[in-house]
């Protein structure tokens, strides 16, 4: 399984993004999907993640500002970002979950600005 995130940019606090999350490759195993993201001298933390069934989860601090979504027919998952903050800013990783296997993409950056 091979999954690209696109969509990373710059954006002004308040401001809004979308990220893209596609996976190709043996899709049908793929089952829980996730956002994770990174800052610099930090681990990689759990954003959100997503079930074939579509049930979510998010961590406290984006509750209410972002939606985690995904599209099995197009294998594609979706990371709606609104009213980001400043401490939103950080290198976004898609990765997608095989059985015991999990897959990382390589990641967009997402820049939140004053």
């Known amino acids: 399984v091979q999954v690209l995130e696109s969509g990373g940019g710059l954006v002004q606090a308040g401001g809004s993004l979308r990220l893209s999350c596609a996976a190709s490759?043996?899709?049908?195993?793929?089952?829980?999907m996730e956002w994770y993201r990174r800052t610099p001298g930090k681990e990689r933390d759990l954003v959100a993640s997503i079930s074939t069934e579509g049930i979510t989860k998010y961590i406290d601090s984006v509750k209410g500002r972002f939606t985690i979504s995904r599209d099995n027919a197009k294998n594609t998952m979706y990371l709606q970002m609104n009213s980001l903050k400043l401490e939103d800013t950080a290198v976004y990783y898609c990765?997608?979950?095989?059985?015991?296997?999990?897959?990382w993409g390589q990641g967009t950056q997402v820049t939140v600005s004053p």
């Open positions: 990765k997608a979950l095989a059985g015991p296997f999990g897959y």
């Open positions: 490759g043996t899709i049908f195993s793929v089952n829980v």
